[in-house]
C-alpha cells in the first residue's frame, strides 16, 4: 500500500512532497479556523472568564476583610468579656469584704446586744433577790419573834400576852444580833 501511494504521489507532481511541510491551501485555511477561534476566544470567552476571575477575586478579599472584621471583634468582645470579668472579681471582693464588716458589725452588736440584756437580767435577778431577801427577813423576823416568846414564855413559866413588849424584846434582840453580824463581817475572816 505505501508502494502504491508513492506511485500515485509521483504521478500527480512529479514532484516528490515532504508529509511534515502542509500544503499553502491548508496553512490558509487553518489560519483563517485559527483567526476566527482566536476572535471568538478574545471577544466571549476571555471576557467571561476574566469577569469570573474578578467575581472570585472580590469573593475572596470580601470574604479576607468579613474575616478580619471578624478577628477585629473577637478581639473586641474578649477585651471586653476581659474588663467585665476583671469588674465582676472586683465587685465580688468588694461584697465578700462589705459582708465580713456587715459580719463583724452585727456579731458586735449582738455582743453588745446580749452585755445589756446579760446586764439588765442581772440588776432584776439582784433587785428580785433583795426583795426575796427583804421577804424573808420580815417572815424570818415575825418568825423568831414568835419562837423567841414561846421559847422565853416557857423558859420563865409566864405567857408573854403584851404584844407591844414583846414586839419591842424581839426588835431590839434581833438589831443587837444584826449589829454583831456587821461587826464580824467589817473584821473580816479570821485566820
Request: glycine share 6%.
Amino acid at each position: 500500500m505505501l508502494s502504491a501511494l508513492v506511485t500515485v504521489a509521483a504521478e500527480e507532481g512529479g514532484t516528490p512532497t515532504n508529509p511534515l511541510i502542509p500544503a499553502w491551501y491548508d496553512i490558509i485555511w487553518s489560519g483563517v479556523c485559527f483567526i476566527v477561534i482566536l476572535y471568538v476566544f478574545w471577544r466571549v470567552v476571555l471576557p467571561r472568564m476574566q469577569k469570573l476571575l474578578d467575581e472570585r477575586s472580590a469573593a475572596i478579599e470580601g470574604n479576607i476583610a468579613k474575616a478580619d472584621e471578624a478577628q477585629r471583634k473577637a478581639e473586641a468582645a474578649l477585651e471586653e468579656y476581659t474588663a467585665q470579668l476583671a469588674a465582676a472579681r472586683k465587685e465580688a471582693g468588694e461584697i465578700r469584704e462589705a459582708a465580713r464588716d456587715d459580719g463583724r458589725k452585727i456579731v458586735a452588736e449582738a455582743k453588745d446586744t446580749a452585755s445589756a440584756e446579760a446586764a439588765r437580767l442581772t440588776a432584776t435577778a439582784h433587785t428580785q433577790i433583795d426583795a426575796e431577801r427583804q421577804t424573808a427577813l420580815v417572815s424570818l423576823r415575825s418568825e423568831v419573834g414568835t419562837l423567841a416568846l414561846d421559847l422565853a414564855g416557857n423558859v420563865i413559866g409566864e405567857t408573854l400576852a403584851d404584844d407591844q413588849k414583846a414586839q419591842a424584846v424581839v426588835d431590839r434582840f434581833l438589831a443587837e444580833l444584826e449589829a454583831s453580824e456587821s461587826a464580824t463581817q467589817a473584821q473580816g475572816p479570821r485566820a
